[in-house]
């Protein structure tokens, strides 16, 4: 499948140059052997079956540090720009169903220091996902929720996905409007793989990212001509198609893709309890479409400079199902909201250049612009239509980010790397519309534009002290400028990475990560506060990894701490303020083992305390925060082109706050409101298990024509991951996909 081999399709061709550093100039000066042969003992090597003796040395943390010079975070030009360079190609801890049990370290030290998973696009295929959300659902400290938004969410390590940064191919794609994201965003046949970094990432990433930095690398071309295309239906209302293409040569490679989702609704558990709101399993207010264009083209204009450039158009409507228990049936409940998405497009375009001025130096600017429009309605029930009482509202909305940066590498003796990164973005929000509140059902008409401006730089060095230890240090600091104030603040991590023994590594990290408010912290009408402070988080990491070659198996346990302070949520009158100091500490472990060349199984363990310490807190709880979650994933050939894949997840110990007691409601009942505290109720959501099946069976030779099919939730379970937002119940998808 040449589409979905973009890192080892790139070191193939034999008239590529590698940027500074790479295997190509290595054995231009002196490394030994050509870029041709060492590009083939690489692509042969990731192709191989893996055996009971495949599994790698974790002791290996740094001695390929030297054929790397790449900075990071990479826009990687495999992607918008297709391809050229090595740069972090080799798999991190790769998870999901193709990881064949086995892990690769990444040559990047700043990428050994912490944990950085990855899930490839054969992998994404195998476990049948369809959206981003899907596909990172098992890795451990994630926690994938749906809620009153109608759109899914990441949190990470107990913090939200606001503050979790979003990269495509290295450049951020949250909202400017509240700095989420929509993980739907990206269709999946456009991913060439997700590379998910916890705790503490490089600061060349900027500020956000406090939680994690999720970089999507997307697809380029193999050389020649190639395409697929994949249709599915099931549901019970719901079908998908999509499509994609791509050429590759010497010196160009262009990919281009388009789909369409289209579901009307989804059903409920049989066992559902039915209620005023959802009086019958067909989800009220569920439907989704869903339309994407994408396209990416790179040119080699000598051995030396490299150019890219991606654009990306998504368009649609959706509605956003409503609570399933009213406001005044539960003091856990909140306002009912009857809204749609009536339309939304968005477009995105970034371009990307790569220069080597030597062998050890680098440059690569970048410049990007995303826009959003999305028109919201609000309405006063069940009927969808009218908007004259209390809640109802209609607002056309636009938001816009641009800017660019520029990375500057440079390569500093035997494995020791310096990167400067210069950033700049602006970031517009404008709306207008009416609302009605209170109980004489006002309408207020409104009309508003802000824009705000980011400017950051920052300085990592990584380094390979001995032959089995390394260490990264980095610093920054970024400034947000508001209409009538700025703020600012410093960055940094600092990692290290021993290798105790050639079969076991210990690595450890603390990060100091910052995330500014947003235009809707600090403008929107009846939430807004313009004198927020920027949230800080202290992130701790320590963590051990222990490959088990005489089972084929590698095992992972990591201890993470995160001190919060002044973390952004809105009190229970819907003000946003800063809170004290949240703190969320836990464990998470990871099996990736391969008993046979036929069955790859992972399985993984996440232990999660979560407290709001605020002195005036209404309670020690967070809400929407697991304890407790483990998954399995098991991959399984059974030959004659017949393979099967299954998933458990099982979630526990998540609460949900009243909206009653404290001095703040959103996050933990409380902590900086300045209010003397009241006790808050708190109730545990029930504990659930999800088990999904997918097949698929090959009905021409390598899969040129290949049937799927998959049953999600097989055992129909009742579960929500908030409170009055049940999930959906048992549901069939059949499909056909081909390749040329």
């Given at each position: 499948?040449?589409?979905?081999?973009?890192?080892?399709?790139?070191?193939?061709?034999?008239?590529?140059?590698?940027?500074?550093?790479?295997?190509?100039?290595?054995?231009?000066?002196?490394?030994?052997?050509?870029?041709?042969?060492?590009?083939?003992?690489?692509?042969?090597?990731?192709?191989?079956?893996?055996?009971?003796?495949?599994?790698?040395?974790?002791?290996?943390?740094?001695?390929?540090?030297?054929?790397?010079?790449?900075?990071?975070?990479?826009?990687?030009?495999?992607?918008?720009?297709?391809?050229?360079?090595?740069?972090?190609?080799?798999?991190?801890?790769?998870?999901?169903?193709?990881?064949?049990?086995?892990?690769?370290?990444?040559?990047?030290?700043?990428e050994q220091v912490t944990t950085v998973d990855e899930v490839t696009a054969v992998q994404i295929q195998q476990s049948g996902a369809k959206t981003l959300d899907e596909a990172i659902n098992l890795l451990p400290g994630l926690y994938v929720r749906n809620g009153a938004d109608g759109v899914p969410r990441i949190d990470i390590r107990g913090l939200r996905t606001r503050n979790v940064q979003l990269l495509l191919d290295g450049v951020p794609m949250n909202s400017t409007f509240d700095g989420q994201f929509d993980p739907r965003a990206i269709p999946v046949e456009n991913i060439a793989r997700i590379e998910v970094t916890r705790g503490g990432s490089?600061?060349?990433?900027?500020?956000?990212?406090?939680?994690?930095?999720?970089?999507?690398?997307?697809?380029?071309?193999?050389?020649?001509?190639?395409?697929?295309?994949?249709?599915?239906?099931?549901?019970?209302?719901?079908?998908?198609?999509?499509?994609?293409?791509?050429?590759?040569?010497?010196?160009?490679?262009?990919?281009?893709?388009?789909?369409?989702?289209?579901?009307?609704?989804?059903?409920?558990?049989?066992?559902?309890?039915?209620?005023?709101?959802?009086?019958?399993?067909?989800?009220?207010?569920?439907?989704?479409?869903?339309?994407?264009?994408?396209?990416?083209?790179?040119?080699?204009?000598?051995?030396?400079?490299?150019?890219?450039?991606?654009?990306?158009?998504?368009?649609?409507?959706?509605?956003?199902?409503?609570?399933?228990?009213?406001?005044?049936?539960?003091?856990?409940?909140?306002?009912?909201?009857?809204?749609?998405?009536?339309?939304?497009?968005?477009?995105?375009?970034?371009?990307?250049?790569?220069?080597?001025?030597?062998?050890?130096?680098?440059?690569?600017?970048?410049?990007?612009?995303?826009?959003?429009?999305?028109?919201?309605?609000?309405?006063?029930?069940?009927?969808?239509?009218?908007?004259?009482?209390?809640?109802?509202?209609?607002?056309?909305?636009?938001?816009?980010?641009?800017?660019?940066?520029?990375?500057?590498?440079?390569?500093?003796?035997?494995?020791?790397?310096?990167?400067?990164?210069?950033?700049?973005?602006?970031?517009?929000?404008?709306?207008?519309?009416?609302?009605?509140?209170?109980?004489?059902?006002?309408?207020?008409?409104?009309?508003?534009?802000?824009?705000?401006?980011?400017?950051?730089?920052?300085?990592?060095?990584?380094?390979?002290?001995?032959?089995?230890?390394?260490?990264?240090?980095?610093?920054?600091?970024?400034?947000?400028?508001?209409?009538?104030?700025?703020?600012?603040?410093?960055?940094?991590?600092?990692?290290?990475?021993?290798?105790?023994?050639?079969?076991?590594?210990?690595?450890?990290?603390?990060?100091?990560?910052?995330?500014?408010?947003?235009?809707?912290?600090?403008?929107?009408?009846?939430?807004?506060?313009?004198?927020?402070?920027?949230?800080?988080?202290?992130?701790?990491?320590?963590?051990?990894?222990?490959?088990?070659?005489?089972?084929?198996?590698?095992?992972?346990?990591?201890?993470?701490?995160?001190?919060?302070?002044?973390?952004?949520?809105?009190?229970?009158?819907?003000?946003?303020?800063?809170?004290?100091?949240?703190?969320?500490?836990?464990?998470?472990?990871?099996?990736?083992?391969?008993?046979?060349?036929?069955?790859?199984?992972?399985?993984?363990?996440?232990?999660?305390?979560?407290?709001?310490?605020?002195?005036?807190?209404?309670?020690?709880?967070?809400?929407?925060?697991?304890?407790?979650?483990?998954?399995?994933?098991?991959?399984?050939?059974?030959?004659?082109?017949?393979?099967?894949?299954?998933?458990?997840?099982?979630?526990?110990?998540?609460?949900?706050?009243?909206?009653?007691?404290?001095?703040?409601?959103?996050?933990?009942?409380?902590?900086?409101?300045?209010?003397?505290?009241?006790?808050?109720?708190?109730?545990?959501?029930?504990?659930?298990?999800?088990?999904?099946?997918?097949?698929?069976?090959?009905?021409?030779?390598?899969?040129?024509?290949?049937?799927?099919?998959?049953?999600?939730?097989?055992?129909?379970?009742?579960?929500?991951?908030?409170?009055?937002?049940?999930?959906?119940?048992?549901?069939?998808?059949?499909?056909?996909?081909?390749?040329?």
């Open positions: 499948q040449p589409e979905f081999s973009l890192p080892e399709v790139v070191v193939k061709e034999p008239k590529r140059q590698p940027a500074a550093g790479s295997p190509a100039s290595a054995s231009q000066n002196g490394g030994g052997g050509s870029s041709q042969t060492q590009a083939k003992k690489k692509v042969a090597k990731k192709k191989k079956q893996p055996s009971p003796d495949a599994v790698p040395s974790v002791a290996s943390s740094s001695s390929n540090m030297d054929e790397e010079a790449l900075p990071l975070p990479e826009p990687e030009l495999t992607s918008p720009a297709s391809g050229y360079g090595l740069a972090n190609s080799a798999t991190r801890n790769a998870v999901g169903p193709g990881s064949a049990g086995r892990s690769e370290i990444s040559s990047r030290i700043v490089s600061v060349l990433y900027g500020p956000g990212g406090n939680a994690a930095v999720i970089n999507i690398v997307t697809k380029s071309a193999a050389p020649g001509l190639h395409g697929t295309a994949e249709a599915e239906v099931g549901g019970p209302k719901r079908h998908r198609e999509s499509v994609t293409a791509s050429y590759g040569s010497d010196k160009v490679k262009m990919f281009g893709s388009a789909s369409n989702y289209d579901q009307d609704y989804f059903n409920l558990s049989d066992d559902f309890n039915t209620t005023t709101l959802q009086s019958r399993r067909r989800r009220v207010n569920s439907d989704r479409e869903d339309r994407s264009l994408y396209a990416n083209m790179s040119y080699e204009a000598s051995p030396w400079s490299q150019f890219g450039l991606s654009i990306g158009y998504r368009e649609g409507e959706y509605g956003k199902p409503v609570s399933t228990v009213a406001q005044n049936e539960s003091i856990f409940a909140r306002r009912t909201r009857f809204e749609r998405v009536d339309d939304y497009d968005s477009l995105s375009i970034q371009g990307t250049a790569l220069f080597k001025l030597s062998p050890n130096f680098t440059v690569r600017p970048s410049l990007f612009y995303n826009k959003l429009n999305e028109l919201t309605n609000g309405f006063d029930d069940l009927t969808f239509s009218t908007q004259d009482k209390n809640g109802a509202l209609h607002e056309d909305a636009s938001t816009d980010i641009w800017g660019g940066g520029v990375q500057l590498a440079y390569k500093m003796g035997q494995g020791n790397l310096l990167t400067l990164a210069l950033d700049g973005r602006n970031e517009g929000w404008d709306s207008d519309g009416f609302s009605v509140s209170g109980s004489k059902n006002k309408r207020t008409d409104f009309d508003q534009s802000h824009d705000i401006q980011v400017y950051s730089t920052a300085l990592e060095y990584e380094m390979r002290l001995t032959e089995r230890l390394s260490g990264v240090v980095g610093g920054g600091w970024a400034s947000q400028h508001r209409d009538q104030s700025n703020d600012g603040d410093y960055t940094y991590l600092a990692g290290l990475r021993y290798a105790i023994t050639d079969l076991t590594a210990l690595r450890g990290s603390v990060a100091r990560k910052i995330r500014f408010p947003t235009l809707r912290d600090l403008f929107e009408v009846d939430r807004g506060n313009p004198d927020l402070n920027t949230e800080r988080t202290q992130n701790y990491e320590i963590a051990i990894d222990q490959a088990l070659p005489s089972i084929n198996a590698l095992f992972t346990v990591a201890l993470f701490r995160i001190d919060a302070k002044d973390f952004i949520e809105a009190d229970e009158n819907g003000i946003v303020q800063n809170y004290d100091q949240y703190r969320f500490q836990g464990v998470e472990t990871t099996l990736r083992w391969t008993p046979t060349d036929r069955l790859q199984v992972l399985a993984g363990y996440t232990f999660m305390d979560s407290k709001n310490r605020s002195a005036d807190a209404g309670t020690k709880e967070l809400q929407n925060r697991p304890e407790h979650k483990a998954t399995l994933s098991l991959n399984y050939v059974l030959g004659h082109g017949l393979a099967v894949n299954a998933s458990y997840l099982y979630i526990a110990g998540s609460k949900v706050l009243a909206r009653t007691g404290g001095s703040g409601g959103g996050g933990g009942g409380g902590g900086g409101g300045g209010n003397t505290p009241t006790s808050t109720p708190v109730m545990q959501l029930g504990d659930y298990h999800v088990v999904n099946l997918g097949m698929s069976y090959d009905l021409l030779p390598d899969g040129k024509a290949q049937l799927f099919g998959r049953v999600e939730n097989i055992l129909d379970e009742d579960y929500e991951h908030s409170f009055g937002f049940p999930e959906p119940g048992r549901s069939a998808y059949v499909g056909l996909r081909a390749k040329f």
